[in-house]
């Protein structure tokens, strides 16, 4: 079996002498910014904190453009799950709670945007939906159109350009790609990549080494992917891509576990919302 925590270039992410200017803000959030009257962030209600973009959110609100934060997928969540992030995200209000899946909260969002538009007062009006990669704001864009008209996917990184739609008379949605602020993202960065896949920005079958991602996750999330696969050793990557392996019958050749389709199919299960995070 190979080694798995050393820390190895690859693995640290040492990235040397490279000195890159990152732009602060990615150039579509700013072109969508720009091009909006009012903004939605959307946010995945499991993973709040760590996706808030706080310089582009105070930016946008610098420029006295309405911000309204929406917390998507909380059907992934239990009723008591979502009574405690009320508790937990108190001072980030206001706020409103969705799930597109379930349209819990969508017409509350609906008579939100009415509200902010009215109050620009133009003749026509242009809302951005903005947010990390994969957090729900196409299909959000759908379920406020009432058709199909953006594209979705469980991959992120699914919506290339920016996509208007017609909201109601005057109105119009702007559909954009996810961004992953610039000091979060690397491409070179282990650490920063399995951060961005832990909170599904990078796609289960875009990740390289799938395997410290679960490693990672099972760092930061003690005992709920041991919990949801009933397996009684915690905190061990290795018997956990083993057994979950073995019974998912990914094996190669030789009859030994495939652990990179092992992890992979196991961050497919967390990034997609049934290994429920505590
Ligand atoms: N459980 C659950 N899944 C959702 C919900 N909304 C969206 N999803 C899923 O999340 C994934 C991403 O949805 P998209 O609407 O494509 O997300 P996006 O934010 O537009 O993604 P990018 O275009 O990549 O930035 C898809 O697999 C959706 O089915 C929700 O309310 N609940
Ligand atoms: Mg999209």
């Not at 091009?35 to 310089?55: A, G, H, T, Y």
């Not at 992934?76 to 899946?101: A, Q």
């Not at 083993?242 to 961050?267: H, P, Y």
């Amino acid at each position: 079996m190979k080694p798995r925590y050393s820390f190895s270039s690859r693995r640290t992410g040492h990235i040397g002498n490279m000195k890159k200017q990152r732009p602060k803000y990615p150039d579509l959030l700013v072109k969508v910014v720009n091009e909006s009257d009012v903004l939605i962030e959307v946010l995945d209600i499991r993973f709040v904190k760590e996706m808030q973009n706080p310089d582009a959110e105070g930016w946008i609100v610098k420029q006295k453009k309405p911000l309204i934060l929406v917390f998507n997928k909380t059907d992934l969540l239990d009723k008591k799950e979502l009574g405690d992030k009320i508790v937990e995200l108190e001072s980030m209000r206001p706020f409103l709670f969705i799930s597109t899946k379930s349209r819990r909260g969508i017409s509350v969002l609906r008579d939100a945007i009415k509200r902010e538009t009215l109050k620009v007062g133009k003749e026509y009006t242009r809302v951005g939906v903005i947010g990390y990669p994969n957090t729900g704001k196409s299909s959000l864009v759908n379920v406020l159109v009432g058709k199909h008209s953006a594209g979705t996917g469980a991959e992120a990184g699914f919506t290339k350009g920016i996509q208007k739609l017609k909201l109601m008379q005057g109105v119009v949605l702007l559909d954009s790609p996810g961004v992953i602020p610039p000091k979060e993202y690397s491409t070179i960065d282990q650490s920063k990549q399995s951060k961005d896949a832990t909170y599904g920005a990078r796609s289960y079958n875009k990740v390289k080494y799938p395997d410290d991602v679960v490693n990672d996750i099972m760092k930061n999330y003690p005992g709920v992917v041991e919990k949801h696969y009933e397996i009684k050793e915690i905190g061990d990557v290795g018997i956990i891509l083993e057994d979950v392996g073995r019974k998912k019958g990914f094996m190669k050749k030789g009859g030994e576990v495939n652990e990179d389709m092992t992890a992979r199919s196991i961050l497919k299960d967390w990034q997609e919302g049934r290994i429920k995070v505590k």
